[in-house]
């Protein structure tokens, strides 16, 4: 996956983009985009979110 958080971006496609885990759809040029790092149990993830709200809805 091409990392849709650097300075490019012109690299991503919706193909290679994060998918929002609130609402599922690709993260391309998204201005609000929202990244959660995690380490559980000793492994990290990254949970990607188009925008605060979906943030909001999936954090509850």
């Known amino acids: 996956m091409v990392d ?3 300075d490019l971006c012109e690299d991503v ?3 290679t983009a994060p998918r929002c885990a609130a609402c599922g759809t690709p993260i391309v040029h998204e201005p609000t985009h ?3 790092t995690r380490v ?3 492994m990290v993830t990254t ?3 188009c ?3 979906c943030h909001a ?3 509850q």
Request: hydrophobic content about 35%.
């Open 57 to 59: 809805a999936w954090d």
């Open 4 to 6: 849709p958080t650097s």
């Open 47 to 49: 949970i990607h979110f």
């Open 13 to 15: 496609t919706e193909e």
């Open 40 to 42: 559980d149990e000793g």
């Open 34 to 36: 929202k990244v959660v």
């Open 51 to 53: 925008d605060a709200d």
